[in-house]
Structures are given as C-alpha cells and as structure tokens.
C-alpha cells in the first residue's frame, strides 16, 4: 500500500466548503482522510505556509497534436500543464485531422497515457471534419471517451445543425461547447473593435459579433433544454445575456480566461502579436464586466484557451500571424495576482472556478478531495514571487503577453493519482 501524507497544510476544497488547517493522507492513488497525525509507512511531506487543494482542471486547451507538433505536442502540453498546478485537461478537437472519429480520441488517449503527466479528456467534433455541415458520430465519439463536441477555432453556424446537436447530446449528457462569433462581422479582424483600433488602423472584432451568437445559442439550448456551454466570454453584453438566461432557468454555464479579465485592447499599440487573441483583448468595461460574472457566479470556470503557435508563426505581422496565446503556466499566478490579492474572489471562490466547477461542466470525477476521491492534489505556495520567463515554459511554444511580469502565487507540488509528478526546483 502506497501512503502519502500532506502535513500542516491549508486545506481549501470548495466542493466541500472546507478551509482549514489539518493533514491530508491519501492511500493506493485515492483520498484516504484528513486531521490524521501520523501513518505508518507514509511519505511525508511538509506543507506548511501552503495551500492544498484539488488539483486545477482546464477546460479549454489546444494541444495541437495531431497534426501541429510544431506548435505542440501531447507530451510538451501535459508537462506544462503539471507546471501550471493543472492535474486534468479537455483538449478542443481544431487538430489535423480533427476529433470528429473514436480512433483520433484513442490516439489522444494512447499518447496521454504514454506521456504520464496529467489526465487528458477529449473534446470531440460537432461536425464531421469540422466544416459545420453534417453532424458527427456523437454516440461513438462520446463512447470512446469525449466529455464534451464543439467546432471550436469556429462558431458552429447552423442553427439546425446546433439545435439538433442539443438534443442529440441530452442522451449522452454532454454538453455543447461553442465558440461565440458572427464571422460576417469579423472579416479581416485583428482586434476589438473601438477608439483604439480606429486609431492604429486594424480590422475591428466588435463585441456584437460574440453577443448575437451567444444569443442564438442560449435561445437554441433554452427551446431544447440543451446544455450550452459558451466559450472563452469577453463582452460584457454576452455575460449580461448568459446571466439572465441562467435566472430563467436555461442550462448555460461559461468560461473567462485570464488574458481577458487582466489586459485591454490598449496594448495592441504595441503591435505585437502576443496580444492577438480571438475573442480579442477588449476595453476596460468589458474587462470590468468579466469580474463582475466571475465575483457573482455568472462566469463558471477559468480557462486558459492555451493555444501555442511556434515563434516563427507568431512573428509575422500583426494582420498576419495567428490569434492564440499558451497560459497553462501563467494562468494561476494571474488568478493570485489579479482576482485574490485585489480581493475581487477569495481562494474559495477562485479555486472553486479552477476545480470542481470545470469537473462538473464536462462531467469527471475530479476536482474534490472528498474521501475516496482520486487523489489529484495541488500544492500552492501563495506568496511565492516569480517572474514570468518564456525561455524556462515547458510548452514547446512560448507565445505569451506577460513575459517579465511579476507575479504571486505558484504551483509548487502536483500530485496525480497519488503520486508526485511535479516538484519546482529552486528558481525552476
């Protein structure tokens, strides 16, 4: 029997409402019991000062393999994702071939499981081949494992199809994940559309291009009593839409990333790409209206949207280069640093949008430390100051606005299935 026990640390579990300072002792890969002294045989290690925590779960990652190993692979995504605090991950289906068949999710699972890092769930296809034309095969896809069917990279255009994937995936119990974007209103966009881009001369991206779609879609999910899930929010009309609609009753839940709720369009003056994201870095009322849905529950989950395009793509010119930005490594010392120290969210609230509410969107086991549970663990370190270093990421791209920031907050030990698969080192 192997033993693990996490001594003295603050224990924050939001699935269980629990905070507290005690021991943690997981036994043979699972959540044994907590506030025990000692344990024969265990591995003991020292939390005090830290936080422990289930392990942070992404929604909404691009690990581009197959078919972009240049950007990505399976391996280098998983590895950045232990060093995020991340324990499980979804994977969105916008690969070469798309996710849209059982043997490209098997691919996905064999090369997971060979890499050994983190868990790994596929997000499948809600098209064949992504063209937005003829449904995929969703009962074979979600039998070989698909947690979730989206198009992302694209909106899912037609209504019928999208209406009929709802109601299709009420068998299964999935939810549909889509990308909200009106592309009429979007061609040769660069950036969010305003006073700034009028300025510097770039297609707009307005923020009625995500609202109109995000309002056919929760209109599609409450006649059909579908599940929505809408992707990577940025308007602050389209929280304003999903917020109401949740008060009625329709079964919409939504994700912010940290880039959205921490940079605006103004730096785009910069002309550098690492800030060309699609939805776009907005103004600061929508980035004022992405806390105000994350400190009042309209926005479920925090996601990164980790989408690593290699440096030779990126350095381009702005109307050229790819939209995307990696953030599995970032993203928690920008939850720290820019939603707990302001004192916008406690570590309860946060944690609660990094674990068990994306466990719950996509329908896993995960993201409690509930007794019994499997034993995927974080441990924090809250104070730790860092500075961000692209050249140390280990995601085989290193496309990020926030190189040089400094930041609190990190993960210091991640533990997966009860055994330790991530220890920072030193300055590591």
Known sequence: MSRLLIQNGRVIDPSQKMDRVTNLLIEDGRVAAFDVESAGGATALDASGKIVAPGLIDIHVHLRDPGKEEDETIETGTAAALAGGFTSIACCPNTDPPIDSQGTVEYIKQKAARADNCN???????????????LAEIGQLVEAGAVGISDDGA??????????????????????????????????????????????GLGGIPAAAEDVMVSRDVALAEATRGRLHVMHVSSGGSIHIIRRAKKRGVRVTTEVTPHHFTLTDECLRTFDSNYKMNPP?????????????????????????????????????????????????????????????????????????MTINPARVIGVPKGTLAAGADADVVIIDPKARWKVDPGKFLSKSSNTPFAGWELTGRAETVIVGGKVKFQRQGEQ
């Not at 939810?175 to 300025?199: C, F, K």
């Not at 907005?282 to 992405?290: E, I, K, N, S």
């Open 281 to 353: 870095l907005r103004g600061p009322g929508h980035v004022q209206a992405c806390i105000e849905g994350l400190q009042d529950g309209t926005i479920d989950c925090i996601v990164t949207d980790h989408a690593p395009h290699a440096k030779e793509k990126k350095m381009r010119e702005l109307d050229q280069a790819p939209f995307g930005v990696v953030g599995l490594e970032t993203a928690l010392g920008l939850v720290v640093t820019r939603l707990i120290e302001p004192g916008h969210l406690t570590w309860s609230q946060a944690l609660e949008k």
């Open 120 to 134: 790994v769930y596929a997000i499948a296809c809600v098209s064949k081949n992504r063209e937005g034309k003829e």
């Open 155 to 200: 909106p899912v255009y037609s209504p019928e199809l999208l209406r009929r994937a709802f109601e299709y995936c009420l068998m299964f119990g999935i939810p549909v994940m889509n990308h909200p974007e009106i592309l009429e209103l979007t061609q040769n966009g660069v950036m969010h559309e305003g006073v700034t881009q009028l300025v510097l």
